[in-house]
């Protein structure tokens, strides 16, 4: 059963755009990561 979340950010989490991605990194993910973060909407 899914379990319900609050969209309400917490004090301990950072927001997805104010992540820093090292791109010197080697790890495959971090690619993907930069293009989700690009292909998201921006919602103000």
Do not use: H, W
């Not at 104010?18 to 790890?27: A, G, H, P, S, T």
């Amino acid at each position: 059963m899914r379990k319900g979340y609050s969209t309400q950010l917490r004090f301990d989490t950072v927001p997805i755009k104010d992540v820093e991605l090292n791109l010197e990194c080697r790890d495959a993910i971090v690619p993907v990561l930069r293009a989700l973060e690009l292909c998201m909407p921006t919602v103000s």
